[in-house]
């Protein structure tokens, strides 16, 4: 008799596995996310004191350069005015009113051709 309360038990838990992994898989997502963001906040505020400081418009030239040191920007869009120019954005990643943000334009051929921090 108890061999079969087990397997009922057994039954049941394999019932319900298929959604307790998605649910585990949704917080193991989650957590990874929440690393990504420090990492990219992080990445931010070096590339913030590299603007301040004069650092970046003396080291980085070119848009591999600025990609590799301070990762992808949250945004890239076309320079206003300015044809075959892009104008890429970087901010911390979920604070998007009230934080600073750095600008780079970048040519075609991936020459950066200016920075401003507002």
Do not use: N
């Not at 949704?26 to 650092?55: H, I, N, P, S, W």
């Not at 104008?87 to 998007?96: F, G, K, P, T």
């Amino acid at each position: 008799m108890a061999g079969v309360l087990f397997f009922c038990a057994s039954c049941s838990k394999l019932q319900h596995i298929g959604p307790a992994l998605t649910l585990k898989g949704y917080a193991d997502e989650q957590e990874a996310q929440r690393v990504d963001v420090k990492r990219r906040d992080a990445l931010f505020e070096q590339l913030l004191l590299a603007v301040k400081t004069g650092e970046f418009q003396k080291t980085v030239k070119t848009a591999a350069e600025l990609e590799h040191r301070f990762g992808e920007p949250v945004l890239k869009m076309p320079q206003k005015g300015i044809s075959g120019v892009e104008r890429w954005l970087y901010r911390r990643q979920v604070d998007y009113f009230h934080s600073p943000k750095v600008y780079v334009s970048v040519d075609v051929k991936g020459a950066l051709t200016g920075v401003t921090q507002e």
